[in-house]
Structures are given as structure tokens and as C-alpha cells.
């Protein structure tokens, strides 16, 4: 199955401030006593650090700590989490877990009545709350009159984005509304890559930055894959981590998948992530070695491109080394 972003362009130039549809996503509900318990053991974040106010991004991964989802929790009442995953993949990730949570009492079932929007720019949240209600910090949700708005990660350059996620209808809130295309082109401009079929369960969530966006807890003790995440943290063995490309020249549109080399045709990663742009820009995701900082890197089947490393809307340590501006 293709990953939906594989096949549409994104709009060549952003407004400053807009709303678009997160419609390659969907939420579903875990409700019941023991969801805190059922989360805490399968998922890379510290489910007690869930609080109202306060969201989470996180894996679940197979016991060799490989991904096979990444989502966004944020907690609806003592004993209901909401969980927001891509929809190519949801199906798949809710029979994994559906497999624990026989043992729990909880379930989990699609929300259906939720409809999620992406905002870009502080006047477009502020359209939802008052500019004293906004939330400061990446990962901060505040109330709505119909749900929660939760601040995500940034655009490298600072700019706050922002989830809506509401019962009923989308709602823009009079902000200039863009299509669904343009809201994941900001994902892959700050960084945070989506699981598709192709990358299920190819990397581990370190691979993937989420310990850099305070997606993987290395206190809450025992979970699924646990063991060989943090092996791989405490030992410093993390060869390879997410990066941010941008790419010109190109005469197809990458895929996920495809692999980067360096100037020598020795291979440096795959692609994760890629939208283009209706000018031709290819902006992409992708996992690769370390050695990246310090190369020439290319696409593999297409070395006349050119190809670029950008900076994330958040700090790698692993990743030390020069980078273009934003």
C-alpha cells in the first residue's frame, strides 16, 4: 500500500498563518480501568506523565524494539486515552495491541466523531482560545469549546503549530484554510516522520528522534522492546537518527524507501517521509548514518539531485554538525 503523501504535491508557498485538515490520521479511544496499566507496558512514553494539560508522543514497539506504530496520546479522563494514529496503519496497530489489552479491562475502539485540524501560526489557535489561554510549550493542551487544542513541534524557524482535535465537524476558524497536503509538509519541516506500511517495524524509535521529543522514557521501567532501547541508549550506540532533506533537480518525486548515498555510492540511509512541492522541491525525512553530517549526500538513483540537509524544529545530541538555514 502507498503511503498517501507518495502521490499528492503539496502547495509551493505557506501562508504565515493557516488551517488545514489532518486527514491521514485518525483517533481512537482506549477507555476502561486498567488503561493506564495496558499503555505503561506497551508504549515508550511515561503513561503517569499523561496528565490533563499534557500530551504525549510515543511508539509501540514488537520485543526486538522495533516501531510498529507512533502516535499522539492525550488523556481525556482517568480512565480514557485518546490515541492518534495514521490511518494507513491504524487498523493494523489497534489488532497488535488488541492482543494485550485481552488481558486488561479496556478496550479499544475508533472515535469517530473526532476530526482533527492542523493549525500553523498563533493566530490561528487563537481563533479556538484566548491568546492568555494559548499553549506556551510543545506537548501543552488547553480545552476547547468542543475539544483540546495541543501544541506540537514547531517549523524550524520558530513558528508554533498546533492540533485541534474536536467532536463534530472540522473547524477553521476563519484562519485561511489549506488542504491536508500542506499540514503534512509542516510535519516533515519540523520533524516528525509518520510510520507507513513500508517502514512498519524497519527502526527503532531512537532511529526516528523520539527521544529528542520527549517521546521515549528511560525511567518508567519495562515495556515491550524496552530492553534494546535502552541497551542501545545507555551503551551510546545510536549510529542513526532521523534528518531532515530537502531536494532540487530531481526528475521523479522520491519514495519512501529509496536510499541515499554518499559520494561514493556508499549507502547512508532511506527515506522515511517525502511530499514535493507543486514547484518540484522535494522535502523528505529520512534515517541515516551519522557519516551524513560530514558527506555528500545523494539520492541513490538520482545523483544529479541535489540534495540538502535542514535543520528540525528540535535538538538531536547525536547529531553534531553543520547544517543550511531554515
Known amino acids: 500500500m502507498q503511503n498517501p503523501s507518495q502521490s499528492i504535491t503539496a502547495p509551493d508557498k505557506l501562508p504565515d498563518t493557516f488551517t488545514a485538515p489532518i486527514d491521514n490520521h485518525q483517533v ?13 507496558g ?13 500530551s504525549l508522543p510515543g511508539a509501540a514497539c514488537n520485543p526486538k524494539g522495533r516501531a510498529y506504530a507512533l502516535f499522539r496520546l492525550l488523556r481525556v479522563s482517568e480512565d480514557c486515552v485518546m490515541m492518534q494514529l495514521p490511518a494507513a496503519i ?3 496497530v489497534s489488532n497488535q495491541l488488541s492482543k494485550y489489552l485481552a488481558f486488561f479491562k ?11 485540524t492542523g493549525l500553523v501560526g498563533t493566530d490561528a489557535a487563537m481563533a479556538h482560545v484566548s491568546a492568555e489561554a494559548l499553549p506556551s510549550a510543545c506537548n501543552q493542551v488547553v480545552e476547547t469549546a468542543n475539544g483540546y487544542l495541543v501544541a506540537t513541534l514547531p517549523l524550524a524557524d520558530g513558528t508554533p503549530r498546533f492540533e485541534l482535535w ?16 500542506a499540514w503534512r509538509l509542516t510535519e516533515i519541516q519540523s520533524g516528525l516522520t509518520t510510520l507507513s506500511p513500508e517502514t512498519v517495524g524497519a527502526y527503532i524509535p531512537l532511529n526516528l528522534n523520539l527521544h529528542a521529543i520527549d517521546g521515549v522514557s528511560f525511567t518508567k521501567g519495562c515495556y515491550t522492546g524496552q530492553e534494546v532501547i535502552a541497551r542501545m541508549h545507555h551503551l551510546g550506540q545510536l549510529k542513526k537518527s532521523l534528518f531532515r532533506l530537502e531536494a532540487t533537480f530531481v526528475d521523479s518525486t522520491p519514495v519512501i524507501g529509496d536510499p541515499l548515498v554518499d559520494a561514493d555510492g556508499g549507502k547512508l540511509g532511506s527515506i522515511t517521509d517525502c511530499i514535493a512541492t507543486e514547484a518540484g522541491e522535494c522535502h523528505m525525512l529520512a534515517v541515516l548514518s551519522h557519516k551524513a553530517l560530514e558527506a555528500t549526500v545523494t539520492l541513490a538513483d538520482q545523483p544529479a539531485a541535489r540534495v540538502r540537509i535542514k535543520p528540525l524544529g528540535y535538538r538531536v545530541p547525536e547529531q553534531q554538525g553543520p547544517s543550511d538555514e531554515p
Open 28 to 40: 481512537f479511544e482506549i477507555q476502561g480501568p486498567d488503561t493506564d496499566r495496558f499503555l505503561q
Open 42 to 54: 506497551q508504549v515508550t512514553c511515561d503513561i503517569q506523565q499523561l496528565t490533563p494539560g499534557t
Open 90 to 92: 491504524a487498523e493494523e
Open 106 to 116: 479496556a478496550e479499544m475502539s475508533p472515535a469517530g466523531d473526532w476530526s482533527l
Open 166 to 181: 474536536e467532536k463534530g465537524p472540522i473547524s477553521d476558524g476563519g484562519a485561511r484554510h489549506m488542504p491536508g497536503s
